[in-house]
């Protein structure tokens, strides 16, 4: 299958099987109000909760799909889930809940009764990064500006209230009272860095950074990318941690195979932003250890990636759908870094695979999971909490926009895309200052 070949399955994918399912499930959620999951045979499960989450990233689904097709009706979808948001899922004092209040305890969970307005509450960070990937998409879908700032003020938000000295990660939750009051730094409490908290915290400035040029978010997602390129890998080559001590050191040695798969591109790709030549060498360089390296312990026979690995080494030998199209995104990032076609023929094998096995031609989308001889597990949500369309969208995006690699492709020429002059009093100072908090760390445990 040819680089144009995949372009055009991966836009007829979009088109007529992943985004009419999609545009069908929020025109339910608009037209009968029932905010619920959905089974595997498409029928709603009232037992099966949706999340923020989940709603956040329909958003940006329908938005990032608007801005490549031009197609209105999905501009219509995008308004109907930004709605439903604004109406159920956020506090606009302190941010986005993590779960989706239903309509008869939107007044009293979570302490917002009136007599309880002074309670303080816990909102999830991971949450926040979410929301402001899907409301920086969704402005660059309307071209509106109220939607980027409010993305903007989340950033703030947790800059003030989430972000931890010395170690310059954020914590996992953030606090604030209901008259407003931000509690501050959380470095007193935090207790274990959360890895996933960082990686979509990058995801989240990125995307905002694409629609619309911030030098203050472009300072902290450098900082951030510094922060997991000297530390976070710092015990590992071969892995992305999902949690660490307050050492930086991996809290089990279990793996999930798509984080390590999503973190390998995504701070690639957000190094790309940054500009900076050296770091986009360095995480480049990560990328490919760090796949190459799922490829080998995770890679099935069938060109698919299994999903976890055990402490003791033991595999979990099913396949989630959200994995392989990661694995789609990762094998592409390494062929345009690399121009190794190896990684081209990997990502076309799995598309294939996808294409025979995953997508469901009856409903749309793509199966939730499949067993280890590739059949459907017919106990997997259709819709979840964390059943969406991003993984699936995205990964469709990404050949569609595939190219072939050129040698003029150098990290000097893509740092050139970059689309802020990046302070290049550089990394390397920050590097050495980094390491140096790193290498003391290490010497008290």
Known sequence: MRIQQLNCSAQEELDSNVMPFWR??????????????????????ADTPISTIL?????????????????????????????????????????????YPRENEIKNRRGLSSEQTNERLSFNTLTQAYA?????EYAGATQQSSDYDL???LIHRLELAAKTKPYGVYAETILAAKNG??????????????????????EAFVCLLR?????????LLRELLITVELCVYAHEDDCFPLSLDLFWRPNNKELSYGPNLEAAWLLYDAARVVGNAELL???GQRMLLLVDATLQTAKTAHGAFWTWQFDDGRQDKTMMWWIQA???????????????????????KLWQFIQSHFRDASLGEWYTRLDKDARADIHAEKVGPWRCPYHTVRACLQLINLTPFKHSDTVDAQCAEAQFANNEQSVSFQTKQRRSINNNNKSQS
């Open 211 to 219: 629609v619309k040029q911030n030098a203050h978010v472009a300072s």
């Open 55 to 99: 709603l956040c990233r329909m958003l940006w689904s329908y938005s990032a799909y608007y801005r490549q097709s031009g197609n209105d009706d999905y501009l219509s979808a995008a308004k109907q889930t930004r709605e439903i948001i604004a109406n159920c899922c956020v506090d606009p004092q302190v941010g986005f809940y993590y779960d």
């Open 24 to 45: 069908k499930v929020v025109e339910g959620y608009s037209r009968t109000g029932e905010l619920v999951g959905l089974g595997f045979d498409g029928r709603q499960d």
């Open 281 to 283: 060498s360095l995480l």
């Open 151 to 153: 993305a903007l003020a």
């Open 181 to 202: 009051e931000e509690v501050g730094t959380q470095s007193g409490r935090l207790k274990t860095i959360d890895t996933r908290c960082q990686l979509h915290l990058v």
């Open 326 to 348: 990661e694995g789609i995104n990762a094998l592409l990032n390494c062929y345009q870094f690399s121009g190794d076609e190896h990684y081209l023929q990997y990502a076309t």
């Open 132 to 136: 402001i990937y899907a409301l920086a």
